[in-house]
């Protein structure tokens, strides 16, 4: 029961390129989220995917593109990398009805370096 | 949007002393989640307490919702304890929550 998991740990680009954020979670949550958390502040809120087949923008959605794959998928797209997106970036979970807002669990985060 | 300020920032502390941090937050909420960071950056989540009081083992919890603001105790400090706390909230059924900037706690032995 591996929980939520994050792929790649790390990563380094150049300005520019394009990668992918993993993220997938064995817990049977409907509710997925991508934070970043950059040093010494909190984490901020990127794009979230209420169910399958939904998401939405966050706080800071702009140069990010997600795809909700499956219930158990959610993945994160920097499709022309900038400095800028320096950050570690976390994958999260739970489970949430229009009644129930449960604990939040989060993946052991990706940390990439944009050149 | 909802603002979230933590106090103290930076907190030192002699292991096997209390401490209490707190959380406020500018607007209603109906989802308030502690979490710890732990030094190797593992985000784990100690409450979920939108309003009342829960406790798990040294740390417990109190939220007063029509005061906006939720306090974290931690008893009998470890040096495991160390690490960033940080209080988030949410005001809609989304599972949205926005981040205070955290406590950083250190526990030397």
């Known amino acids: 029961n591996a929980g939520v998991t994050q792929t790649p740990k790390f990563q380094v680009l150049k300005t520019g390129q394009s990668m992918t954020l993993q993220c997938a979670q064995d817990m049977n949550h409907n509710s997925m989220y991508w934070y970043r958390q950059d040093p010494g502040m909190g984490l901020r809120l990127i794009y979230y995917s209420a169910s399958e087949g939904t998401t939405d923008k966050g706080e800071v959605p702009n140069g990010y593109n997600v795809s909700r794959l499956n219930k158990r998928e959610f993945s994160l797209r920097l499709e022309s990398a900038a400095p800028s997106q320096t950050s570690v970036y976390f994958c999260?979970?739970?489970?949430?009805?229009?009644?129930?807002?449960?604990?939040?669990?989060f993946g052991s985060g990706t940390q990439l370096s944009v050149l | 949007g909802i603002q979230v300020e933590q106090s103290p920032p930076d907190l030192i502390l002699q292991e096997g002393a209390n401490s209490t941090l707190r959380c406020n937050f500018s607007?209603?909420?109906?989802?308030l989640q502690w979490f710890h960071q732990n030094p190797w950056g593992q985000l784990i989540n100690l409450f979920y307490i939108p309003s009342g009081t829960k406790q798990n083992g040294r740390l417990s919890a109190t939220t007063v919702a029509t005061e906006r603001y939720s306090l974290l105790y931690i008893s009998s400090s470890q040096t495991t304890d160390s690490g960033v706390y940080f209080c988030?909230?949410?005001?809609?059924?989304?599972?949205?929550?926005?981040f205070g900037q955290g406590t950083t706690l250190q526990v030397k032995p």
């Open positions: 607007d209603s909420v109906n989802n």
């Open positions: 988030a909230v949410g005001s809609s059924n989304t599972g949205k929550l926005i």
């Open positions: 999260a979970t739970n489970f949430l009805t229009r009644s129930t807002n449960e604990k939040l669990f």
